[in-house]
Every structure is written in structure tokens, then in C-alpha cells.
């Protein structure tokens, strides 16, 4: 039997609106910083390109000096001797450091607050992370190890600096080697610089905490904590529509272009977890943030990195920006689904969407699912659409999936039953059925077991026919597998077949 009524099934909660995606923003360009870049790139722009190399080229050298002559410590990872931490604190950071940021249109940094010594804490999570540039503050004035994702050491510059850093590589595919790598720099004996940590994971517009991440050192770490804020100015404003984030080399460009970018960095009050947050790591990392946020007056977003992953992928398969706005924090929490899962959701709305606008509408549910009875799609889209606006958006699609149809596509025995019953159905076409039910039930076996036998359906599989064994009831294997291929491909099958199965197994 399927896994519950119709009636009862067909009902898709109605989420609260989704706030602004701080991933789809803008630079702001006004006449007066039109201006300002013109001018500097004649005037600013080459005095600062030349010196920025009089500094580059000797930190690459410096920097590799470092890192070729790192020892390693008895449990395997690098440390700095006294004059490598001398190197990278006062020579790299302080002196090269700073004159690069001067270089950059950042001639000083105003500090607030006084960072605590490692021993009180050992890392330094730098939020929010609203810039590209913040990772030169913070190098500037902290000395410490980052992590980092190991993609990062596609950048020439940037490798050489995290490599004589001492920074703690992430492979998002072996994130286990550096949760074991931090666990032997907390026990080991060797003097160690703090670890600096962005928890957000992503570059994202002004004004809001993302999500943190539940990863390094939120994750492990539960003795105390450092934080810190840095900003710094590209005009930025929120672009529903567009998804514009600054590229490196634009976001260069037009600083160094400006005479003046105003910059700060707040070092906040040690953070220390509670026994409870201790066995907690998620309210752990939510108490981090929200104790941020109190203190820097900064708004929370229940967005995080995967909601730029979706963004951008929705703007890959020809949506608008917006699209991908889901809050994936209520996803997750809420509806319990995953970013793996979002993706294949996102993918076939692209295909619903036939104008590519970023709704879907019940006239694109009746094309793609071409089910024989048109009431049948008016009912589900109706249900789908909670706003009543005659268009779904791929956040209500997601709600719809997983209110809707992710209870059918999780019963294997529901799936089969309903092919049996088909079957059943369409072999059954000349007995002489007339009831409106009947009737219904044999139109849609007929039209959708045709497609299953003849492989007319666009999503079967592309390998070549092979004869199989029948099965019990006269069916072989193949043919069956074709159909499991078509509902998986079009999951809102599932729904529009329930009650039709639900009618034959009662008949």
C-alpha cells in the first residue's frame, strides 16, 4: 500500500519567506567612484603596481626560505623555529605585510581591541567574511596557521605564504587527515602559532553572519576561543538578481585605483565553551556566532556556503541568480535535505522551467510530465503552489519534494506495487470496464506502460536492449528497471500515481 492517503499526502507546509541572499550581490559604482578609478588608474595604479612588486618578489623569495627549511615535529606536521617565527611575524607580516596593504589603497588599519596570547587562545576565527582582502589583514596582524582548502595552492603568491604559514590543508573530499593533523598540534609540546579560521567558508555581502561551518577548529576545538572582525570596503549592495561577486583581480583593480579604503579589525573577548558546548559542537558554533553578532550588531542569515554553491549553479543552468535562495540552513533543519540532494532537486526544475525565469508553472508540469489526465497536475501544482501566485519557485518545488513526493520514492515496495498494478491494468484492457475510475486508471496504465515497453521515455537509460528472464508475473526485468528509470527522473509521477494504485489494489 503506499505509504499514506492522498489526501493525507498532498499537503506542502508553507515556509516563510526567504530573506535576501548575502551571495548575489553587486558592486556599487557611483559617478564619484567612477571618477576616483579613472584618475587613479592613471595616476595611483602604476606607482602602486611597481612598488606592490618591490615587495611581492622579495616575500615569494622570503617565503619560500621558510617553507623549504620547516622541521618537522615528532607526531608529523611543520612548526617554525625561533627565527622562522620571527620571519613571518615581524618581516612578512608587520613590515612587508603592511606595505603591501598600503600598496593596495589600505594605508592603515585601525584596531580595537588587543589579541590574547596563544596560550589563552589558540585560534582566531576572523568573521565576517566580506572581502577578499581579508586575509591580508589578518596576516598583517596576526601571526598565525590558517586552513585552508588545499585549492588554494593553485595561487602562486598565496601558496608560497599559507605553505611557510604552516597552514592546515583541507581536502573537502579527505577532511578526516586535517581533523587528525589539528588534533597533534593541540597536544603537542612544539610552540605553535594560532590557527586563523574563517568559519563562513565563502565571500558573501555586507551586514550578515553566515552559517558556520561545522568543521575545523568549531568542530574539535573546545577550550577557548579568539574572535575577530575585519572590514574593509568594496562597495557592495545586495543584487537579487545578479550573482557579481567581486573577482580577485576586479576587486584589485579598483582599490588600488582609490587613494584611501578604510579598513578595521575588532578583537573581540576570548570565548570560552561551556560543558555543554563542549558535547555540542553546532551549539557551540551557534553561540560563537550569535555572541558576534550581539557584539558587532550584526544580523544572523540562516544562509551559508552551500546557498552560494546552488546560486551558482542556478545561474549554470541558465536561471536567474535568485533561484538558488533557499536559506539552506531551514532546508537543512527543516525539511532535512542535503546540499547533494538540493543539487538533483535544482536540476530538474531547470528542466521544468521552460522560459528559464525562475518559476514554473502548472502549464510546465502538464508538458514535462505529459500525464494523459490534465486535473490530476492541476491538483498537485495547486498544491505545490502554497502562495497561490499560479508559479512555484524552486524553494516551494523543494518544499513540495519533500513533503509530497520523497515519501513515495523512499518506499521500494510502493514503487513496485504500483507497477504491478499497472501491469495488471493494462493486461486487463479488454475486460470491459466502465466505471469514471476504471477508466482513468486503464487511459494512464495504457499511456505510461506503452512508454515503459517501448522505451519511448526520455529518461531511460541509454544502454542497449538485452533479453532478460520474465518474472512472476510475466514481466522481464528490463522493463521494470525502465519504469523505476522514468519515476526517478520524474519523482512527481509518483504522486499522480498513488490514488490510481491505491483504486486498482481495492478493485
Known sequence: MPPSSPTNRRSARRLPDSSENPFCFRVHWTSARYLQVCIGAVTLLPIRIILAL?????GIVLAKLVSLTLPVSAEGFSYHKPWQRYMMKVILGRCLGRGLLWCLGFPWIREYGTQADVSEAPVVVVCPHTSIFDSFFVGSIVHGAYVSLKSNRNFPLVKDLLEAAVTIWIDEKKKDDAVVEFQKRLKSTEKSPPIIFFPEGAVHGPGVLTEFKQELPLRLYTVSDLLLKARSSLNCQSSPSSFDSPKTAE????????AYTPAE?????????????????????T?????????MKLNLSQHSRQDMILTSLAVKYGLPAWTGNVEYVVMRDTLHLNLDLLKVLLERFAVLDSDKDGFVTSEDFAADLNWPVAEDVAELFRTCDTAERGKITFREYAVAYSDLIRPYEED????????????????????????VEDQRLLSVSTWLMGLVANGRARERTNSAETSSTPNRN???????????????????LLVLLSSLSSVSMES
Open 265 to 285: 579589525v575588532h578583537f573581540l573577548p576570548v570565548y570560552t565553551p561551556s560543558e555543554k558546548e563542549e558535547q555540542d559542537p553546532q551549539l557551540y558554533a
Open 54 to 58: 618591490c615587495i611581492i618578489l622579495p
Open 287 to 295: 553561540n560563537v556566532r550569535n555572541a558576534i553578532s550581539q557584539q
Open 474 to 492: 510475466g514481466t522481464s526485468t528490463d522493463i521494470i528497471d525502465n519504469f523505476k528509470q522514468i519515476v526517478s527522473r520524474k519523482p512527481e
Open 251 to 258: 576587486g584589485l583593480f579598483q582599490t588600488m585605483c582609490i
Open 412 to 435: 521500494a515496495a510502493f514503487i513496485s506495487q504500483t507497477f504491478e498494478a499497472l501491469n495488471r491494468s493494462n493486461a486487463d484492457a479488454k475486460t470491459g470496464r466502465t466505471s
